[in-house]
C-alpha cells in the first residue's frame, strides 16, 4: 500500500468529556469492535477486578479516573483506528488542550440526564478554536434522563453548533427499546449485556405494519412521530460541514451496555476526516509529502517502572516514519535514529518498522532528549505549534521528606515536569522549588507517583501566589530594573526562562501599569 492509501485508510481522535459521563467505558467498547481486547473491564465495578483498558496506571485504577491521555491504535473494516482517551477532570485539561493538537476530529460524549457541563463546554471551545469536526454521542440512555428533543436543544446552545440526530432512542430509561439508525435506516433492539453485541434489524420503511412486530405500538408511533419531525426541523447532514466543523452528527446509546456502539463506529469510519495539514511555523505540511515530519505532544514518564522509561509520543504528521532511519532533532539540531519505536494499546506496547501520518509513534528517551513541542524531519528547519503550557493557577513548595533520596526526588520532579503534567519554577530569593497545577488533584497525583515510581517521599507546604506569568522586553535596562524592583518574586522556569510570581491581583496589575516596557505572557509558547 502506498502512502496516499494509507492516508485515506487513517481515522486519529480523541474523546472527550466531562468526568463519569461514560469516555473511557465508550473507549473499551470501540476496542471490542476492533478486535483489540476481547472482555471488557467494569470501570469501577468492585466484583470485577478488571480495570479500563485505557486507564493503567495505578493511581487511576484506584480512583476509577483517568489521569492521562492514553494512546490505542487498531484495525477495524479497512481502517486503521488511532483513539487518543483524554482525563476529562479539569484538573488534568492541559493534557487535553494538547492532546486535541494531535487528532483530526473528536468524539463528544455527554450523560443524557446531566447534560452538557463545565468541562465539556470548555473542551468544545479548543474544537472551535481549531475547527476540529466533532460528533456527539449521548451516553446511559438506558436510565432516566432527559427528553432527547430538549438534549438536541442543548447540545446546540451549550456547544454552540448546529447539531443533526443520525440515531434515535426509542424511549428510555426503565423503557428503553433501542435506537433506529437514522443513517443506515435499521432498527437497533436492546438487550442489556456489556459483552455481546445487540441484534440490528434491516428497516427501510418506518411506516410499515411490521414495526409493532418488533416494538410495542405506543412506541412505534412516537418513533414515527419523531423521525418526521426531526427531518422538518434538521437539514439533511452535509458532510463538508461537518468536516468544518460546522455541523455535529449525534448518536445515543449506551457505552456500558454495548449499545449504538458500533453505529457510531461504522458511520464514523465513512465521514471522518482522513490526517489533515499541519500548521508550522515556517509553512503548512500536507500529509501526503514524501519526507517525514512530526512532533511531539506528550511525554509520559514510568510506562515500565521496572526500567525508569520516559516515551515521547510523536504524531506522525507527513511522509513515512521508518525504524533505524536517520531523523532530524530540529531543536537540537542534530540527527537520531530509533531502534524500538513503539506502537500501543495502553501501557502494552510492540516494536513497529513503520507508520504513516495519523499515527502515534512512542520513542524511548532516557536521557531526557525530548520535550513536548519538539518537531522531529527528515532534515528540514520546521517548528510545530499550539502546544502550550498554561499559567498555573495553585502552588506549593515541594519539599524533600527523606533525606536519603535527594536524587530520587529531583530525578522524578524532572521526569514528571517533562511530562507537562505540572510545572516547576526555581525561586531566585530562596532557591525554593515552586509546583504550579491547574489542580488541586494534580498535587496528590505527583505526590503518588514520586512515592510509588521513584521511591522519593516529597511534602507540600503552603505558598500564597496568584499567578506566574513568563516576562520578556526588548528593553534590556527595563527588564533588570523589574528583576531587580520585584527581585523577591522572581523565578525561572526549567527553560530557564524568567517567570513573574505575583501574589495577588493586585500586584500584577500595578506591576503591568508601572512596568509598560514589560510584556507579561500568561502562556508559555510566545
Known amino acids: 500500500m502506498g502512502l496516499s492509501e494509507e492516508i485515506k485508510r487513517r481515522r486519529t481522535f480523541a474523546i472527550i468529556s466531562h468526568p463519569d459521563a461514560g469516555k473511557t467505558t ?28 485505557s486507564d493503567w496506571m495505578e493511581i487511576e ?22 483513539i487518543l482517551d483524554t482525563p476529562g477532570h ?29 468541562q465539556t463546554r470548555k473542551l468544545m471551545n479548543v474544537c472551535r478554536m481549531r475547527n476540529t469536526p466533532v460528533i456527539v454521542f449521548v451516553n446511559k440512555m438506558d436510565r432516566n434522563g432527559n427528553n432527547a428533543f430538549d ?26 427499546k433501542g435506537v433506529y439508525n437514522i443513517y443506515e435506516r435499521k432498527l437497533n433492539l436492546y438487550t ?80 471522518a476526516p482522513t490526517p ?60 537520531l535514529k530509533f531502534s524500538a519505536p513503539t506502537c500501543f494499546m495502553a501501557q502494552k506496547k510492540e516494536t513497529v518498522d513503520e507508520a504513516w501520518p495519523g499515527d502515534i509513534v512512542g520513542l524511548p528517551d532516557s536521557g531526557g532528549t525530548f520535550k513536548i513541542g519538539d518537531t522531529l524531519s527528515s532534515g528540514e528547519d520546521i517548528h510545530f505549534k499550539g502546544l502550550p503550557s498554561f499559567s498555573p493557577e495553585m ?26 503534567v505540572a510545572q516547576v519554577f526555581t525561586n531566585q530569593f530562596n532557591g525554593r522549588k515552586i509546583i504550579g497545577t491547574v489542580g488541586q488533584l494534580q498535587f496528590e497525583v505527583i505526590q503518588y507517583r514520586l512515592l510509588h515510581e521513584y521511591n522519593a517521599k516529597c511534602r507540600w507546604e503552603p505558598i500564597n501566589l496568584y499567578k506566574a506569568c513568563w516576562i520578556e522586553s526588548d528593553d534590556a535596562e527595563a527588564l533588570e530594573n523589574f528583576k531587580k524592583r520585584k527581585y523577591q518574586f522572581m523565578a525561572k522556569d526549567k527553560e530557564g526562562r524568567d517567570v513573574f510570581l505575583a501574589d495577588s491581583g493586585y500586584i500584577l496589575q500595578m506591576a503591568q501599569t508601572d512596568f509598560p516596557k514589560i510584556r507579561f505572557h500568561f502562556s508559555s509558547e510566545f
Open 26 to 53: 465508550l473507549t473499551e467498547k470501540l476496542l471490542l469492535f476492533g478486535g483489540a481486547i476481547h472482555i471488557a473491564g467494569a470501570v469501577k465495578s468492585n466484583k470485577i477486578k478488571k480495570t479500563a483498558t
Open 61 to 82: 485504577k484506584q480512583r476509577g479516573i483517568s489521569v492521562a491521555t492514553s494512546v490505542m491504535a487498531f484495525d477495524y473494516n479497512g481502517f486503521k483506528i488511532n
Open 90 to 118: 479539569q484538573d488534568f485539561q492541559e493534557d487535553t488542550f494538547r492532546t486535541l493538537t494531535a487528532v483530526d476530529s473528536v468524539i463528544i460524549v455527554v450523560d443524557c440526564a446531566k447534560g452538557v457541563e463545565a
Open 151 to 176: 438534549l438536541m436543544d442543548e447540545l446546540e446552545k451549550e456547544l454552540n453548533i448546529r447539531v443533526r440526530p443520525l440515531s434515535w432512542p426509542i424511549n428510555q430509561g426503565d423503557k428503553f
Open 192 to 271: 442489556p449485556n456489556k459483552q455481546i453485541i445487540t441484534e440490528n434489524i434491516e428497516f427501510k420503511d418506518i411506516n410499515s405494519p411490521e414495526l409493532e412486530k418488533h416494538i410495542p405500538e405506543e412506541d412505534a408511533q412516537q418513533l414515527r412521530d419523531d423521525l418526521e419531525l426531526i427531518d422538518g426541523v434538521y437539514p439533511e447532514l452535509d458532510i463538508n460541514e461537518y468536516l468544518a466543523g460546522q455541523v455535529a452528527p449525534v448518536f445515543f446509546g449506551s457505552a456500558l451496555n454495548n449499545f449504538g456502539v458500533k453505529e457510531l463506529l461504522d458511520c464514523f469510519c465513512q465521514i
Open 276 to 335: 489533515q495539514p499541519t500548521q508550522t511555523v515556517e509553512r503548512e505540511v500536507k500529509p501526503e509529502e514524501e519526507n517525514f515530519s512530526g512532533f511531539v505532544f506528550k511525554i509520559h514518564a514510568n510506562m515500565d517502572p521496572n526500567h525508569r522509561s520516559c516515551i515521547a509520543f510523536v504524531k506522525v504528521c507527513s511522509g513515512k516514519f521508518e525504524r533505524n532511519v536517520n531523523y532530524k532533532h530540529v531543536r537540537h539540531n542534530k540527527m
Open 395 to 420: 502552588f506549593k513548595y515541594i519539599e524533600n521528606d527523606d533525606p536519603m533520596k535527594a536524587k530520587q526526588l529531583a530525578k522524578g520532579i524532572e521526569q514528571l515536569m517533562d511530562e507537562g
